[in-house]
């Protein structure tokens, strides 16, 4: 099924771990995107790529790093977990300026 | 960036009602997107539409963009239209990148 994967579901990671959220779409959208959510915030830009081998930086980039080596995968890194990176992560896609956004399922990650 | 305010926040509705949620945003944009997230967390994109109506079944989505305002109708609501209902937006100063609103969370009850 076309879409966008997202893993892992959901995670219990200690403070001052490293810890990466992956992302695989297939199809082939040169763009892609992470989100934070957060009760009464909404959803906050991380980290975007508009195609392969680019990135940006968007609201909320502070502590995540991400890369774009395909077409396909992009994953989000925390070096370092804090507390406040508590949150569930989206993964997004779309063709690009003037298409929609397909979403994955997310991950709620905890950070204790 | 683009501030985007949604109203009403909250929205109790009894099966078979209709609703308009509101969307306004703060600059001109060329691409705005309704979201429906369900309560599961699955976030569905309804609606691509900067400018225009377009209609989907029971929904339909109405954006002014010269007057930076969308409007999302839902008729005959049934408890599966249950959720938070986000609108976003972007233009050419943020790429392609959505900036969201924080959503009608709507309940339709039996």
């Known amino acids: 099924i076309a879409g966008i994967t997202q893993a892992p579901t959901s995670q219990i990671l200690a403070a001052g771990r490293r810890m990466t959220l992956r992302c695989t779409q297939d199809?082939?959208?040169?763009?892609m995107y992470w989100y934070r959510q957060d009760l009464g915030l909404g959803l906050r830009l991380i980290h975007y790529s508009n195609t392969a081998g680019t990135t940006g930086k968007g609201e909320v980039p502070d502590g995540y790093s991400v890369s774009r080596a395909n077409t396909d995968d992009f994953p989000l890194t925390l070096a370092s977990a804090v507390p406040s990176q508590t949150s569930v992560y989206f993964c997004?896609?779309?063709?690009?300026?003037?298409?929609?956004?397909?979403f994955g399922s997310g991950t709620r990650l905890t950070v204790v | 960036g683009i501030q985007v305010e949604q109203s009403p926040p909250d929205l109790i509705l009894q099966e078979g009602a209709n609703s308009t949620l509101r969307c306004n945003f703060s600059d001109s944009v060329n691409n705005l997107q309704w979201f429906h997230q369900n309560p599961w967390g699955q976030l569905i994109n309804l609606f691509y539409?900067?400018?225009g109506t377009k209609q989907n079944g029971r929904l339909s989505a109405t954006t002014v963009a010269t007057e930076r305002y969308s409007l999302l109708y839902i008729s005959s609501s049934q408890t599966t239209d249950s959720g938070v209902y986000f609108c976003a937006v972007s233009n050419s100063n943020s790429g392609y990148a959505l900036n969201f609103g924080k959503g009608t969370s709507l309940l339709v009850t039996p």
């Open positions: 997004a896609s779309s063709e690009g300026q003037g298409y929609g956004y397909t």
């Open positions: 199809m082939r959208h040169n763009a």
């Open positions: 539409i900067p400018s």
